[in-house]
C-alpha cells in the first residue's frame, strides 16, 4: 500500500503587476521641512528639485521612457505642490502615456497630513490611480521624535480619506526610527493590516551622512536595528500581508551612487532575504513532520523560494524541497504534495 498523500496550497506572494513602473524621483518637492532621518539627494543619487524645476524633470525622464509603463512621482510631498503644478505635472504623465499605447498606473506619494477630500478628488479627476502615504509609523511618539509633523491619528485619517476617493491605497512604513520598538512594529503592521492597502513598501530606518540621525547616532543618542533582525522582523509580518493580497513592493532603500550609509539594516538583497526567510517558516509551519514529495509554485518567487545565494537551500531540503520535485508556473498560490 502507498503512503497517504496530502494535498495543500499556501499563500505566494501576490503577482507582479503587469506593467513595469518607471520612478521618477522629486527630492524634496513639496516637503515643509526635513526630516530627522531624511537625505533624499544621497537616497535617490539626485539633488533636490525646486517646484520650478519639476514639471521640466518629469517631462525630462518621461522622454528617456519606451512604454507602456505605469508611472511614479517619489521623493517628495507632491500634493504639497501648487494647485496648478500638480495638473501639470499629470497632463505631462498622461500625454507620454497616450503614446506609449497602454495606460499604465499614475501613482505618486506624499505626506499623510497632505491631503484632504477636495484634493484626492481632483487627483482622481487629473488620472491618479494609487496614492502612497508615507505614514512612516502609526505612533505619534514616534512621529514626534522624528520631527514628521502628524499625528498617528491623522495617519489613520488620510488612509481612509484616500479610500473614500476611490483611490488605490499605499503605505509606507520605516521600521526602526527613534524609540521605534518591535512592539510599536507589530502594531504599525495592525494597523497597515486594518486601513487595508493595496500596495506596501517598508524601509528600515538607516543612518545616511548628511541627517540629523547621523549627529544622534554619532553621539550615541540613537542605535539603529541590526540587520538579522530586521529580516526577522520583516519576514515575520510578510506573510500576514500576502494573505489579504497586499503587495509589498519594496523592502529596503535602493543602492544608489553617493549612498552614504553610516549604520543601520541595509543590504542590497534585503528584500530578497526577508522573502525567503517568510516562505520557509511559511513552508516549515505547513510541512512540519511530514515531507514534501511534489511542489508547485509561482514563477515569480523562484528566486525568493531559494534565497540570496541559496541561503533557503538547506533548510527546503529538509523538508523534502529540492530542485528535481519543485516546478514552477504562471498560477497564484504553493501547491504541495506531502507524506
Known amino acids: 500500500m502507498g503512503n497517504f498523500c496530502r494535498f495543500e496550497v499556501l499563500t505566494a506572494p501576490p503577482r507582479p503587476l503587469p506593467l513595469r513602473l518607471v520612478p521618477v524621483f522629486l527630492p524634496f518637492a513639496g516637503c515643509p521641512q526635513r526630516c530627522?532621518?531624511?537625505?533624499?539627494?544621497?537616497?535617490?543619487?539626485?539633488?533636490?528639485?525646486?517646484?520650478?524645476?519639476?514639471?521640466?524633470?518629469?517631462?525630462?525622464?518621461?522622454?528617456?521612457?519606451?512604454?507602456?509603463?505605469?508611472?511614479?512621482?517619489?521623493?517628495?510631498?507632491?500634493?504639497?505642490?501648487?494647485?496648478?503644478?500638480?495638473?501639470?505635472?499629470?497632463?505631462?504623465?498622461?500625454?507620454?502615456?497616450?503614446?506609449?499605447?497602454?495606460?499604465?498606473?499614475?501613482?505618486?506619494?506624499?505626506?499623510?497630513?497632505?491631503?484632504?477630500?477636495?484634493?484626492?478628488?481632483?487627483?482622481?479627476?487629473?488620472?491618479?490611480?494609487?496614492?502612497?502615504?508615507?505614514?512612516?509609523?502609526?505612533?505619534?511618539?514616534?512621529?514626534?521624535?522624528?520631527?514628521?509633523?502628524?499625528?498617528?491619528a491623522q495617519a489613520h485619517a488620510a488612509c481612509r480619506m484616500v479610500h473614500d476617493a476611490g483611490l488605490g491605497l499605499g503605505i509606507q512604513l520605516l521600521p526602526g526610527l527613534p524609540g521605534h520598538t518591535q512592539a510599536h512594529w507589530q502594531e504599525d503592521v495592525e494597523r497597515t493590516l486594518a486601513a487595508a492597502p493595496k500596495v506596501v513598501r517598508i524601509y528600515p530606518c538607516v543612518v545616511v551622512g548628511g541627517t540629523p540621525l547621523a549627529r544622534l547616532h554619532a553621539e550615541g543618542r540613537y542605535r539603529p536595528w541590526e540587520l538579522q533582525a530586521t529580516v526577522e522582523l520583516v519576514a515575520e509580518v510578510l506573510p500576514r500581508l500576502w494573505r489579504r493580497g497586499i503587495r509589498v513592493i519594496r523592502v529596503g532603500l535602493a543602492p544608489q551612487p553617493g549612498f552614504l550609509l553610516q549604520a543601520g539594516p541595509w543590504h542590497p538583497a534585503l528584500g530578497n532575504m526577508a522573502r525567503s526567510v517568510a516562505m520557509a517558516r511559511m513552508l516549515t509551519r505547513a510541512v512540519g513532520a511530514r515531507r514534501v514529495e511534489r511542489m508547485i509554485a509561482p514563477r515569480w518567487v523562484q528566486g525568493d523560494l531559494w534565497g540570496h545565494g541559496r541561503a533557503n537551500a538547506p533548510v527546503l531540503a529538509r523538508l523534502g524541497i529540492v530542485p528535481q520535485r519543485v516546478t514552477f508556473d504562471a498560477n497564484e498560490g504553493i501547491r504541495i504534495w506531502t507524506v
Open 36 to 152: 530627522l532621518y531624511c537625505h533624499q539627494a544621497a537616497q535617490t543619487g539626485q539633488r533636490p528639485v525646486s517646484s520650478a524645476d519639476v514639471l521640466g524633470r518629469v517631462e525630462h525622464a518621461l522622454s528617456q521612457v519606451q512604454g507602456p509603463a505605469s508611472v511614479g512621482l517619489y521623493g517628495g510631498s507632491f500634493t504639497a505642490l501648487p494647485e496648478a503644478l500638480q495638473r501639470q505635472v499629470l497632463e505631462c504623465v498622461l500625454r507620454h502615456m497616450d503614446t506609449w499605447g497602454a495606460r499604465g498606473q499614475v501613482r505618486l506619494s506624499t505626506r499623510p497630513d497632505a491631503v484632504s477630500p477636495q484634493l484626492l478628488g481632483r487627483l482622481r479627476r487629473w488620472g491618479v490611480d494609487v496614492v502612497e502615504l508615507g505614514v512612516q509609523s502609526f505612533d505619534s511618539a514616534v512621529l514626534a521624535r522624528s520631527g514628521r509633523g502628524y499625528t498617528g
